[in-house]
């Protein structure tokens, strides 16, 4: 009689064990699913728990496997993962950082293009980038917060620069080159290198 309890129990711990892994896989949360490189396993935990982690969630699952693709050479399959979170809340993953994160890899598609004599490959990944968007993700022509003096100063807001500073303040703005711009001189660059 013992024995057959002993054997319930230990069936009943390792079912209830299973059944709480959410994966094939086993594994039991996002971060325990990303270490194992199990991305749908990692999407399975999105919604449980409380709703202002889910974007924190598929920005995690959004890092990790685009990396993880564009790792293996698969550009292509990373920027499909990366657009597919296109729309996040700017609280979880600002668009700034998530273009940023984008530009990182298509930087490293158009270097391993390049490296290996593919220039065609190298400007089509380039031309995938924003042409209207600086390499630390901000939009080209909007304003920083900050104003300038005449003299160079930067100040954080119009009227301090104007109390403090030497007048006329200028709105200080977000400056190029744009990422597309930025990909295409690397390109030349290899090109000019190679031709040597």
Known sequence: ???????????SMVL????????????????????IYDFEGAR??????????????????????SKYWADQGDIDKA???????????????????????KYNIIDKGVTSCCEKGNY????????????????????????TGDW???KGNTYDSQWRCEDDGVKPCSEIKTKGPSMRESLLKKISQFEELLKQ
């Open 79 to 101: 920027l499909t993962v990366i657009d597919e979170s296109w729309g996040i809340e700017d609280s979880d993953w600002s668009e700034a950082d998530w273009q940023a994160w």
């Open 44 to 65: 399975k935990y999105i919604n449980d728990g409380y709703s202002f982690e889910k974007g924190e969630k598929v920005k995690s699952i959004t890092i990790a496997e």
């Open 16 to 35: 209830g064990f299973f059944s709480c892994s959410n994966t094939e896989s086993g594994c039991d949360s996002v971060d325990e699913c990303l270490s």
């Open 120 to 143: 065609k490959q190298a400007k089509i990944y380039a031309l995938k980038a924003a042409d209207d968007i600086n390499v630390d993700g901000q939009k080209i022509g909007e304003s």
């Open 148 to 150: 300038q003096d005449k």
């Open 1 to 11: 009689m013992r024995n057959l309890f002993v054997y319930v129990f230990i069936t």
